[in-house]
Every structure is written in C-alpha cells, then in structure tokens.
C-alpha cells in the first residue's frame, strides 16, 4: 500500500514523462496481485467497495469530535471528501499491508450492517499510516479518479511486459478482473477471453484541406452512440464506446446479430430505428437508462446498429488494411443491420451542404475519413475528421452560481441558466464549461458580491449577467419546469455587451424545440 500511495503522488504531482516512469517503477517491483489491483484502479477509475459519503462524514465526526457542519464546510472547500477526511484526521497507525489485503478488507466493511461501519472505519484509521490515509479514502469513496490518461498505462506496461503498447492497450478493454491469475494473463499475451473490444478509433475535428475530396469517404455523423459488436465463436458481445458491456440493455441488437454466419468486430453507431428512418437521439435515451428493457419498450423504440467499419473477420484483424479494402470487405458481409451510407459528392462546396442539412436526417454533421487510412486506437490526427454543425443557441441569464470541484472549488463556476417567461426567468440548463479561467475569476467575483440568497452551497443572484449558451440538441422534459432539456450545454461567450432583458425567451427555446427536437 506505501508503494501504491506513493505511486499515486508522483501521477498527481508529475508531467507525462514522469508519470510513466513513476508507473513502470511500481509495475516491475509490485507482487501480481497488487499490480493487477493497482492496473484495474488506475484503469477503471473505481474501487469494488464504495462506502457512502455520510458514513465518512460520520466516521471523521466520531474519530476527531468535529460538528458534521464544519465538515461539510470543510469538503466544499477542498472539493474532494477523501482528502476532506484526510486532511482533518490525525493517525500514528504504523502498519503497511499490500494493496490486495485493503481491497480485501473494505470488501468486508461494505458487508457489515450500516450502523456497524462507522466504528470500524474509525478503528481502521487508527492502524493505517497518515501517508497513505489519503489513498485509503479514494478507496472507500470509490471514485478513484487520478492524471493518468489510459495511453500513458499502456507505455508504460508495454515497456514493462516488453510488448508494443497497441497491443497491451487492446488487453485492458472489456472484462478484466483483477487477480494474480489476470496479471499473469496479461503478461502472457493472452486473457483467454473471446468478448475482447478493439481500441476505438477516434476523429478529430476538421479544419480542412487542399486534398481532392475523392480521397475521402463522406458520411453522415449521426446523432446515436458508439458500439462495436463483437461475434466470435459462441461468443457474442457489445460494447460502448466507454468500454461498457451493455448486452443486457440491448437483446434485440444481440438477438439479430445470431443470423450472422462468420466470426466478426463491427464498429457502429447504436441507434433507435423508427419506421425505417434512425430515430433521435431523445428516443435512444430512454433505452440508454434501462439495464434490461421490457419487450414493449424494445417493440415501442427497437435499437439497430448503422455499421460502417469491418474490423476482424474470421479471426482475421482488419486494421492495418485501408479503409477503401475494409470498407468493400463490409459491404460483401451478410448482416442484419444497416451499412452507413456513402455519399457521392464532387466537391468540397457539395460537403459543406451535406452538413449545413445534418439536421434534418437526425445527424450532427458530417464524418470525413481518408480512404487509405488504417484503423487507428485512440484520437490520432489526420486520417479521421468530424465536421459537425453549429450549436444550437440561446442567449440566458445567470439565475444561480455554485463552487465547482477539484481545482474549481474555492470558485463558482457550476451556473444555473434562465429564459424569460413573461418577467420571471425558468431555468433551462445548468452548464460547467466553455469560460476561461479568468473569466471564470471574474464571474466569481461578481457571484460573490452580488449574492441575494444562500441554498446550502447554492447562491442566488439578481439577472444581470448574459451568456450565449450553446448546445447539440433540445427536447421535450417532464422533468424541468421549462419542460425543455438539452443536450451537451456549454457556454459559448459571455455577452457582457447585452443586457439582461433582451436573453431570449422560453418562447424562443419552445420554437428551438418545434424546430430541431
């Protein structure tokens, strides 16, 4: 567990070089069973056993004598509950046990009945070295969240099993389940399961070319998400493009894939299919949420797949070949779902009018993909491109602000936004990003002064400030009182050069609706 505490320091404190070094430092001298645990933290980003956020508060309460206000307090300010509960417990604790024994033993607390897990945590503070408490938490939190993006794990595994990283990152997608035997597994080259996704290959986003446009295939971005569907003998799987097995939330995908009569990795995007034409992307939502689907919600909104790449087929691994040979493989492949649509184009200007139309055939614009390109893992430049539309828009007024997380939390940069409704403003979205840091500086500046009402950490303010929000779709929610929602808001600009009483109305968003949900 030292180690791994350490381990996780140097990820925090270290630029990529760093990082991995620090990581193949901990892999070479780590026993199997740690590594594995410590790849399947670092890979997945959760621990097994999460204990919940008020057992911890109570826990630091009854082991410091500290009120749960002062905590709570305390949390808002440094944005993380475990280093929270860190920095405020005291421990002379001396014993150094490994990785697996922790993981072990919180599996045994998370058993224990509710009432009796306080004392316990308590009485593991008390043994466990003030150094490592911090990592101890990340455990029991469950969100295990640290700077190490996926690519690094994979340099540095791959120096260590001296295995090209491709290959190594190729292992680490889909079911891995942490143990001496998985370690082992790794390093062998062969995790024995047949379910294994491919790395998914990732567009970038475009900024044009001098390049003829016959050197690419156009095809429409639609508006579902990512999937590979994998056969491969009896076995039959399919993924997100989170690495999330989500078979059970989709039979009627897997139901139809069984008439396929080879072995094969499709890359697709996962739809909802209504009268033949791909439904939006509100409709797949509400399949998205449901881990085993009713027959009527799967007759009511059937879920398909739109294939566009053939990546392994009788065994064979497809990637290295140009997409044009891939694409002609695909088109010869019996299968029961549709094939992405082409698009004949003789110009870039004819492009361009492809995606200005996206809309209207339920796509966020255009994929432009080079034909002699090979099936790369990861967002790699310069083969793949996405052209999308511009964002929806609608100019809104700050109703409530509220301190961020992690490096936001001394900041109010989580906004609440509002339209007006004859002179009352309703909220229509909440939005996180697309500010600067100073401008976010400034706003919390504003925030802070201008404060009307206190909600717990929320504060109320009067309508003055003005931003352009943007987002990629907009519909119907019972949910809301506006009864709109929309998809991916962020902010695009503050518009300090307008005031508050000409932001757009939910009469404007209504017609957005009308228009595009």
Request: charged share 25%; net charge negative; proline share 5%.
């Amino acid at each position: 567990m030292r180690a791994f505490a350490e381990l996780f320091a140097e990820l925090e404190s270290q630029k990529n070089k760093g990082k991995v070094a620090a990581l193949v430092r901990f892999f070479e001298q780590a026993e199997p069973e740690d590594a594995a645990w410590a790849l399947h933290l670092l890979n997945e980003g959760k621990s097994p056993a999460r204990i919940s956020g008020a057992r911890l508060r109570e826990a630091v309460s009854a082991s410091t004598g500290l009120p749960l206000w002062l905590i709570e307090e305390s949390y808002a300010m440094v944005g993380d509950l475990a280093e929270t509960c860190a920095l405020l417990l005291r421990s002379s604790g001396q014993t150094d046990r490994p990785l697996h024994h922790w993981i072990a033993v919180l599996a045994e607390l998370k058993a224990l009945p509710t009432d009796e897990q306080t004392d316990k945590i308590v009485e593991l503070w008390q043994t466990i070295p003030q150094s490592q408490l911090f990592v101890f938490n990340k455990l029991m939190t469950g969100g295990f969240r640290v700077g190490v993006a996926r690519g690094l794990l994979s340099q540095a595994l791959a120096q260590v099993l001296e295995r090209p990283a491709d290959e190594v990152l190729g292992h680490l997608m889909g079911e891995w389940t942490p143990s001496e035997a998985s370690w082992q597994a790794l390093q062998s080259g062969d995790s024995g399961y047949q379910g294994q996704p491919y790395p998914f290959f990732l567009a970038t986003r475009w900024e044009g070319t001098e390049e003829p446009v016959s050197h690419f295939q156009i095809e429409y971005k639609l508006d579902g998400i990512r999937a590979q569907l994998v056969k491969r003998g009896d076995t039959l799987t399919l993924w997100s493009r989170g690495e999330e097995c989500i078979d059970q939330a989709f039979p009627d995908i897997l139901s139809k894939a069984q008439s396929i009569e080879v072995d094969c990795v499709l890359d697709a995007e996962l739809v909802i299919l209504q009268d033949g034409q791909v439904g939006s992307f509100n409709a797949l939502q509400k399949r998205l949420g449901r881990k085993k689907p009713s027959a009527k919600i799967q007759a009511e909104l059937p879920a398909s797949l739109v294939v566009y790449d053939l990546l392994e087929e009788n065994g064979q691994d497809l990637r290295s070949q140009p997409l044009l040979q891939r694409r002609r493989r695909l088109e010869k492949l019996t299968h029961p779902y549709l094939l992405s649509e082409s698009l004949d184009v003789r110009d870039w200007d004819e492009v361009e009018q492809l995606r200005q139309h996206a809309r209207a055939r339920r796509a966020e614009g255009v994929m432009i993909k080079r034909l002699d390109s090979p099936y790369r893992v990861g967002r790699k430049k310069g083969d793949w491109f996405k052209f999308k539309l511009d964002p929806l828009s609608l100019d809104v007024v700050l109703m409530y602000g509220q301190a961020g997380h992690g490096n936001r939390a001394n900041l109010f940069s989580d906004y609440t936004l509002g339209v007006w409704q004859d002179e009352q403003l309703v909220p229509v979205a909440k939005a996180y990003s697309g500010l600067t840091r100073s401008e976010m500086e400034a706003v919390d500046k504003w925030i802070k002064a201008n404060t009307l009402e206190r909600f717990g950490p929320v504060r109320q303010v009067p309508p003055e400030l003005v931003f352009e929000l943007g987002f990629e779709g907009i519909q119907e929610s019972t949910r809301h009182k506006s009864g709109i929602a929309m998809r991916f808001p962020r902010i695009l600009r503050w518009r300090q050069d307008k005031p508050a009483r000409e932001a757009n109305t939910l009469q404007d968003a209504q017609a957005l609706l009308q228009e595009y949900g």
